[in-house]
């Protein structure tokens, strides 16, 4: 994964903490369900890059 999508990753977790935030302040239990829904969603998304890069590492601790 390129740093571009590790960022936009992070920058959709953090936007779904702070909604989700917003709902609890307002009572608001839609809002609050959907940034956590969208929290997990770019928590999900932040693991796959991961996987991603260790596959990466592995394979060129293999090449000579």
Known sequence: MGMGDKIRHKIEE????AKEKTGEATDNDRLRAEGA????????????????????????????
């Open 14 to 17: 953090v936007a779904g903490a």
């Open 37 to 64: 829904t969208e929290q997990t969603e770019a928590n999900v998304k932040q693991a796959g890059d991961h996987v991603v890069d260790a596959a990466r590492d592995t394979r060129d601790a293999f090449r000579p």
